[in-house]
């Protein structure tokens, strides 16, 4: 199992961001702040009634994620992870990951107090080294705090590092875009995330975009900061493992690798998901509201029971999106059929087209695949769902299928239909 704490609390709200947090304010002290101090009893309290539930349950992730956990003092870090010990059987090896920003991240004391209470991987909220576009997103910190951050990190003692960046920035041009991977390759870490910028309803970037103020990248210039942004990445040893992932050998975000492959989660905090034995359910968004519930001693509600069809729907998404691809031999697994003949016509015409590709059972999308790869899924999709209409296999005998990096994929060659 993998286990999610949601930290809802940032310095400011940056101008693209449509998460679920709470803006503390530039200068308050977290540790002084109610809402904080609230969080954390009620966050405890969540994990105690998880325990009568859920307790002994193996887990090999825990992944502090926001919001910006790095307002939590690595004391509180500590506490809550010694819980999570007390609780379930975490993994000697787990990974234990937080996400950190960087204006809330500095001195050589704070790195090293978070590693000493168990945080072995660190992913930074970097975004960018530009100054100009850390203002157009209304990041909280300077580009210099980037880069003194990593360096506390590194002297502290961290070995996996993980960077987050943003490309399709209103402004930004290939050439810059390539700039900034350089830049970003030479501090060294560990693990880069590189995610497109999505305008979301009702963020000061989408109304600032939409009243002119500011422009996106052309279509084109998207598409080829993508390709070659991937590209440049693997010349210099970053694998890309994920549309949006890249990483030195050995060094993937086992958590997230979770999700993908379909392994149970637990979340805590506000607005936080779970999906375990076949169901999901998501925390109240607003921390009062996730507070009363837990007082009153309840947790999950509102399950929502994930049928056969969505897990086979999901599971298409979710790995299409790996660089590993969909394994065909796990699809006629979960559903009984052959998906290259349910999938005739478009298979054909994806791969006419460069955008898929066939190898040793696993079909995966090619680079430029993964730049229209919301409408392959879509598009798969629906033909999924117009061929899946016969029951199929039950929830326990999907239970007992699990995918395994070495899932022996049968070789075989592709035999393309006649359009
Ligand atoms: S730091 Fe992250 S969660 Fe907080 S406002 Fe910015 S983007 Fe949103």
């Known amino acids: 199992m993998l286990i999610y704490i949601h930290v809802p609390f940032c310095r400011q709200r940056c101008h693209y961001c449509a998460f679920q947090s709470q803006a503390l304010g530039r200068d308050v002290e977290p540790v002084s702040s109610q809402a904080m101090r609230d969080y954390v009893d009620t966050l405890l309290m969540e994990l105690a009634l998880w325990g009568d539930r859920l307790g002994g349950r193996r887990v090999e992730s825990v992944f502090f994620g926001g919001g910006t956990p790095s307002l939590l003092p690595p004391k509180i870090v500590g506490i809550i992870l010694e819980r999570l010990h007390k609780i379930f059987a975490i993994d000697d090896n787990a990974e234990i990951s937080l996400e950190a920003n960087p204006?809330?991240?500095k001195g050589t004391l704070?790195?090293?107090?978070?590693?000493?209470?168990?945080?072995?991987?660190?992913?930074?909220?970097?975004?960018?080294?530009?100054p100009d576009m850390l203002r157009i997103l209304g990041r909280v910190h300077k580009a210099q705090d980037s880069l003194n951050s990593l360096l506390a990190a590194r002297e502290a003692g961290f070995v996996n590092i993980g960077v987050d960046l943003m490309w399709g920035l209103p402004g930004q041009s290939v050439r810059h875009w390539l700039q900034s991977l350089k830049d970003v390759v030479r501090l060294a870490p560990e693990h880069i995330s590189a995610y497109g910028l999505t305008l979301e309803p009702g963020t000061v970037l989408e109304r600032q975009c939409s009243e002119g103020l500011?422009?996106?990248?052309?279509?084109?210039?998207?598409?080829?900061m993508f390709v070659e942004g991937a590209a440049y990445l693997e010349g210099q040893g970053y694998l890309q493992y994920e549309i949006s992932n890249y990483s030195r050998m050995g060094y993937q975000?086992?958590?997230?690798?979770?999700?993908?492959?379909?392994?149970?989660?637990?979340?805590?905090?506000?607005?936080?998901?779970?999906?375990?034995?076949?169901?999901?359910?998501?925390?109240?968004?607003?921390?009062?509201?996730?507070?009363?519930?837990?007082a009153?001693?309840?947790?999950?509600?509102?399950?929502?029971?994930?049928?056969?069809?969505?897990?086979?729907?999901?599971?298409?998404?979710?790995?299409?999106?790996?660089?590993?691809?969909?394994?065909?031999?796990r699809y006629k697994e979960m559903t009984g059929h052959d998906f290259l003949i349910d999938h005739k016509r478009m298979v054909q015409a994806l791969h006419d087209n460069g955008l898929i590709r066939i190898r040793q059972g696993l079909l995966r999308l090619t680079p430029s695949g993964m730049v229209v790869s919301n409408a392959i899924i879509s598009n798969l999709f629906a033909q999924t769902k117009k061929v899946l209409t016969e029951p199929l296999p039950t929830l326990e005998s999907l239970q007992t299928v699990q995918l395994t990096e070495?899932?022996?994929?049968?070789?075989?060659?592709?035999?393309?239909?006649?359009?």
């Open 214 to 224: 500011l422009q996106m990248p052309p279509e084109r210039d998207l598409n080829i």
């Open 253 to 294: 975000c086992r958590h997230n690798l979770g999700y993908w492959q379909g392994v149970d989660y637990l979340g805590l905090g506000p607005s936080a998901t779970s999906t375990i034995n076949n169901k999901r359910w998501t925390n109240p968004a607003h921390q009062k509201a996730w507070a009363e519930k837990i």
């Open 296 to 329: 009153q001693g309840s947790v999950a509600g509102n399950e929502e029971l994930l049928s056969p069809l969505i897990r086979v729907l999901e599971m298409i998404m979710l790995s299409l999106r790996t660089v590993r691809g969909l394994s065909l031999k």
């Open 110 to 130: 704070l790195p090293s107090q978070y590693l000493a209470c168990g945080i072995n991987r660190l992913s930074l909220g970097l975004q960018s080294l530009d």
């Open 103 to 105: 204006e809330s991240f």
């Open 406 to 419: 070495d899932d022996a994929p049968e070789v075989r060659s592709v035999v393309w239909p006649k359009a």
